[in-house]
């Protein structure tokens, strides 16, 4: 019989023509699926133990040779003709007819369900239609012949009895024939009033067609019946002896006088009882004998007296529905066969089969026949279980310009032809059907990463995806590296020894053998003519909705408790930071999988392709990164880094969308420890630099929030990261419009200051001379840090261009606004002008005269004008008159304080006017003559004091000439002022009054005591130094003793009129 259905299965069109006639027929039975199941079920090896050894090759073959022929058509032209059957008619017929198996099933469980169904289906119109129903459940064989009977018998249903009768015609049939063929229908009740109920619905209807001679009346039929019934019993149960059955005496003598008061037929009742005693009414369904068969063939008879005639087909427009109604049982037996065969011949055939089933599943787009193909083959390959293969003894073999991982995965693979096999075959499945993959993507991703972490397949990569500027996941560092091309070639037994003893002395894994070596390269060879890297690329073009499952898989694949092998990484891929606050911090080494960064950097890039892509699937992407960043504790630095970045690179593409928050993005990554922030500083800078890099909101929000300035401080205090911050921050604090604000100016200027103090322990104030050749010596660092230092105070001065406006948008009062916007600004300058490297001090300088001298400064209040010399001026005297700032760069800080005192004057002249309306101007007058005073009298020698004097000379000469500073007989009003001013000026420069010609012509007015009396109160108070810096005033002053030399004596001018003019050409300087 085997050998007959393969010959048949051999005929190319004979499977199909099973299909059409007979799977495609409501009324007839599947044959091509019972046909291909059965073939499948006995090529299996177990299926010789029930038959013979030859029938398992034989099915296998006439499997094989299906799944061949309709690989063979998948490109030929289809072929249709008038005599052909529409498609997507059979189609229609198919689910139909699986409707109406699932509506009998549904009534097998409970009618009134089922019919409800079958209305619902539209296989019913009316359930309440009793001849639309009865003429369904006759025609229908799958209907369970208990439940019919229950259900016709049922009280209620006596309307679909009868229209059930009327499906029957009982014209010239005997009573007993009659039963016979109504009870094959369904099984008689077992309670006796339901089987009344029956009997007497079979009466009448018996009795409604022609009058038999032999029975009078309905009465008469349905007694009868009743004996029928009984006698059957009687002369078929197995629990009677022979000579207990009735007899035809005992038969008769029962019915006497029962038609209609007579006797029937002596003949009619002879006949009955012979036909009962040899041939039991039985009901076939549930019998398996010559009875079952004959009932068989009459319904076939029966049928094919009502078929059409048999259709022909020699096409392949109906292959796409007879494979997808048969793939199941062939794509299970190839994959039992192949892994329970020993016959490599068997494998390449099986392999072959696979082949041809995926190319048939990808031209027909049978998505799920494919996901299962996919899955066999990648159970075949070994390498997609959840199994996580050893890396810690991987070893690298080098040989020349070439080398190889091997590893216990690449030995398993290169020893195991079948897998390699099978995995060539899958990837030549997946290459070019990846928009088909559903289910599958998980088996295929788990082959992904284990070839991944063993070094067998390159990094994730497409020119169709958006390129992500970060260095190679780092991978599995080799537990040793061997050069085989530099080792002597020395075969001997005492260098076999020696190298063996070598090994374990020094506790190192042996050596790969050469058969270890040769397994690996046959792996090596096999991934690459996988061209994986081709896969990836499509990948890469997947529609959305298949993109979208593939990164849902890949996030699945995370594993959920972080409980992964720990392994070592390579360093190269991984800097070093410097030790925070100068030491390490104690952490024990987390565990670290590379695969988790594939995973990550796979659906990253999957999400950034396009915006469509961003709004399917960015929010998954992005919420499973932000769990790894909340809990950064339990992942590797390097998982936790590139998660930063993913994140930010996410939320750079989908700042228009309602997941993407940037304040709880960069609360995570400011609240990361600062050791594994330190780490991941290059990726988390490379983030925050693309997201503030163009102009716009994203850039607005970032820049405003103050866990962005805390990661910016936390990183510009590790010296290897400090360059990357200030690039960021460069690239914040610049640019049109420009991105500081109210909320972050203070932030930034603070952290621009620590950038340009940063270069101050570079400089030493005097340099011995054996120092001084390794300080022209300067390193590369060392220059960049100077630059950045000296940029930093360029950016500075930048962003005080943006003051008048943040002033002006504030709703401060206006000192208030003055000391929030401007006093932080010259706070910082006035540092840097104490600075030892000399070229950030020029610059801060610069910067300072520049604005101090602006007319935006300048302002009717007498809080801010008087503050400049409070707050800024002053206290940065002060701290130029500390012995140790002086001692930082002595020849540089000489001629800071020159410039200062100058700029002092300077800046006094410009508010002159405004001072000589403001009640406080005697005390700021007094105590700029006092730290002219200190300034020339510091002992740093001739250049500070006679710029001293002649910047005091000018000031006075034009306070002179404008009318503020006149003798008190000119104005007695300005008496006061004139004292107290040559009272101070005297001490130090007792000759200025004459040379500046501004002696009295006649007897001066002699002195009057000094009569102390209670200055009036003004509402600004100007402080002349911080309080931090007070009680380092009589260290100054010791210092300044103790440099301070005999005062060189100035010659008097004899001419009047030429110190009138030199004071007039001064004046007009100012």
């Excluded at 972080?562 to 925070?580: F, L």
Aim: glycine share 4%; aromatic share 8%; hydrophobic share 40%.
């Amino acid at each position: 019989m085997v050998e007959s259905i393969g010959v048949l299965c051999r005929m190319p069109n004979f499977i199909t023509e099973l299909f059409v006639n007979y799977d495609c027929d409501v009324d007839r039975s599947d044959l091509c699926e019972d046909m291909i199941g059965l073939l499948a079920r006995n090529a299996l090896p177990d299926s010789a133990t029930w038959s013979t050894t030859s029938v398992p090759p034989l099915c296998l073959d006439a499997l094989l040779r299906y799944i061949q022929f309709l690989a063979e058509r998948l490109d030929d032209e289809e072929k249709t003709s008038e005599g052909y059957p529409d498609p997507a008619f059979l189609r229609e017929q198919r689910r139909k007819k699986g409707v109406i198996i699932k509506g009998v099933q549904k009534f097998n469980e409970k009618p009134r369900g089922g019919l409800a169904y079958l209305e619902a289906q539209g296989i019913i119109k009316d359930p309440n239609d009793a001849k639309e129903v009865a003429k369904f459940l006759h025609g229908t064989s799958r209907v369970s012949k208990a439940v019919l009977g229950d259900f016709l018998s049922k009280k209620g249903n006596g309307a679909y009895l009868e229209a059930f009768l009327d499906q029957f015609n009982f014209s010239g049939k005997r009573v007993d024939d009659a039963l016979r063929l109504l009870l094959e229908s369904f099984r008689l009740p077992g309670e006796a009033p339901l089987i009344a109920v029956i009997v007497e619905a079979f009466s009448e209807k018996y009795m409604s067609g022609d009058d038999p001679d032999e029975v009078a009346h309905k009465d008469s039929v349905f007694i009868l019946t009743y004996a029928i019934i009984i006698l059957n019993t009687d002369q078929h149960s197995p629990r009677l002896k022979d000579n207990k059955r009735m007899t035809y005496e005992d038969f008769s003598r029962n019915l006497r006088g029962q038609n209609d008061g007579k006797d029937f037929a002596p003949s009619f009742l002879q006949d009955i009882y012979n036909s009962i005693k040899s041939n039991e009414i039985i009901l076939p369904d549930e019998h398996d004998n010559k009875h079952a068969f004959d009932y068989a063939w009459r319904e076939l008879l029966l049928k094919a007296e009502l078929t059409e005639d048999l259709v022909l087909c020699d096409t392949n427009i109906y292959d796409a529905d007879m494979f997808n109604a048969t793939w199941k049982p062939i794509i299970s037996t190839l994959s039992y066969v192949f892994m329970s065969a020993t016959d490599d011949a068997v494998f390449a055939r099986i392999v072959s089969g696979f082949d041809e089933c995926a190319r048939i599943a990808i031209k027909y787009n049978n998505t799920e026949a494919l996901d299962q193909i996919v899955f066999c083959l990648s159970h075949m390959t070994t390498l997609s279980n959840d199994f996580r293969y050893n890396t810690s003894l991987n070893t690298e073999v080098q040989a020349g310009d070439g080398s190889v991982m091997v590893s216990e995965l690449a030995v398993k693979l290169g020893r195991d032809f079948r897998a390699q096999l099978a995995t060539l075959v899958l990837f030549r499945v997946l290459t070019g059907s990846e928009n088909l993959i559903r289910s599958s993507w998980k088996h295929i991703i788990r082959i992904w990463l284990n070839l991944f972490s063993n070094s067998l397949t390159p990094q994730f990569s497409s020119p169709d995806l958006p390129d992500l500027p970060i260095p190679p996941i780092p991978l599995q560092t080799p537990s040793q590296v061997i050069d085989r091309a530099n080792r002597a070639q020395e075969t001997g037994f005492f260098s076999a020894f020696t190298s063996y003893i070598s090994s374990y002395a020094a506790d190192d894994p042996p050596e790969p053998s050469d058969e270890e070596l040769e397994s690996t390269l046959c792996t090596v060879d096999c991934i690459k003519s996988c061209h994986i890297e081709k896969v990836f690329q499509n990948v890469s073009n997947l529609p959305l909705e298949s993109a979208k499952l593939l990164v849902e898989a890949l996030l699945e694949q995370l594993p959920e408790d972080n409980n992964n092998t720990v392994i070592s990484v390579k360093h190269e891929n991984i800097p070093q930071p410097a030790p925070i606050n100068g030491h390490e911090a104690g952490q024990q080494p987390l565990e670290y999988d590379p695969s988790v960064n594939f995973l990550l950097e796979v659906s990253t890039r999957l999400a950034l392709k396009s915006e469509a892509a961003v709004e399917a699937f960015g929010k998954q992407v992005f919420d499973v990164l932000q769990g790894i960043l909340r809990d950064s504790s339990q992942w590797h630095a390097i998982t936790v880094s590139r998660a930063t970045f993913y994140s930010l690179s996410i939320l750079r593409s989908s700042y228009d969308y309602d997941f993407a928050n940037v304040p709880y993005l960069l609360h995570n990554i400011s609240g990361l420890p600062h050791t594994t922030l330190a780490k991941g500083a290059a990726l988390t800078l490379a983030g925050l630099s693309a997201c503030i890099e163009q102009p716009g909101p994203l850039r607005s929000e970032i820049m405003t929030s103050p866990d962005f300035w805390a990661i910016l401080r936390i990183l510009a205090r590790n010296r290897e990261s400090s360059p990357l911050v200030f690039n960021v921050l460069e690239k914040g604090s610049t640019g049109n419009p420009p991105a500081i604000m109210a909320d972050n100016y203070e932030a930034a200027i603070s952290l621009l200051n620590d950038y340009a103090t940063a270069a101050n322990p570079l400089v030493q104030a005097e340099p011995r001379p054996k120092q001084r050749q390794q300080e022209r010596q300067v390193q590369p660092k060392d220059d960049e840090t100077i630059a950045r230092g000296c940029k930093a105070v360029v950016i500075l001065q930048a962003v005080s261009a943006r003051i008048p406006q943040l002033m002006q948008q504030s709703q401060l009062e206006s000192s208030e606004a003055w000391s929030a916007y401007w006093l932080p600004f010259f706070q910082s300058l006035t540092a840097q002008c104490i600075n030892p490297c000399r070229d950030v001090r020029h610059l801060a300088f610069s910067g300072l005269q520049r604005s101090l001298l602006s007319p935006d400064l300048t302002s009717s209040d007498p809080n801010q004008w008087t503050a400049i010399f409070g707050q800024v001026l002053f206290p940065l005297i002060h701290r130029l008159l500390k012995p140790e700032v002086f001692s930082t760069d002595r020849d540089g800080m000489s001629e800071m304080r020159v410039q200062v005192s100058s700029l002092l004057c300077k800046v006094f002249l410009q508010y002159l006017v405004l001072l000589s309306e403001w009640d406080g101007m005697l005390d700021l007058w007094v105590e700029i003559i006092d730290i002219m005073d200190r300034l020339m009298n510091s002992g740093q020698g001739d250049s500070l004091e006679e710029a001293g004097r002649e910047n005091l000379k000018n000031v006075v000469l034009f306070m002179s000439s404008s009318g503020y500073l006149v003798s008190p007989k000119e104005d007695p009003s300005k008496k006061e002022l004139w004292v107290e001013t040559w009272k101070r000026i005297d001490r130090f420069i007792p000759d200025l009054r004459t040379d500046l010609a501004l002696e009295p012509e006649g007897p001066e007015e002699p002195e009057e005591p000094e009569v102390q009396t209670e200055k009036p109160k003004t509402d600004v108070k100007v402080e002349s130094k911080p309080l931090d810096e007070q009680e380092d005033d009589d260290a100054e002053r010791a210092a300044e003793g103790s440099t301070e030399g005999e005062r060189p004596k100035k010659s008097r001018l004899t001419h009047r009129v030429e110190s009138k003019r030199r004071a007039e050409r001064k004046g007009d300087a100012y």
